[in-house]
């Protein structure tokens, strides 16, 4: 079993830019049919794969502070947005 979590790094994720047919340009149904698609490509690279035997899982992190130098996002902080 594999488990693929995508983390939250807005447009660098997105199909940007993607022409598809049969769907209008940021809607519903464009993201219904690439994710379609992209489910049918993990689908078949499933039953060309082979097996592996997992030695170990590892999960790692790091906090980093970044300094907010908007004034706006700043404000929005102390008001708790």
Known sequence: ???FVN???GG?????????PGA???NFRKAEII?????E???E?????AALRVERVEYRE???????????????RQAGL
């Open 35 to 39: 994710g379609r698609r992209v489910a």
């Open 45 to 49: 690279a499933l039953k060309s794969g």
């Open 24 to 26: 209008g340009e940021d």
């Open 62 to 76: 790091k906090s980093v502070s970044v300094p907010i130098a908007n004034e706006d996002l700043t404000l929005a």
């Open 1 to 3: 079993m594999a488990v």
């Open 41 to 43: 490509i993990a689908s």
């Open 12 to 20: 660098m994720q997105s199909p940007l830019g993607a022409q598809v």
């Open 7 to 9: 983390g939250a790094v």
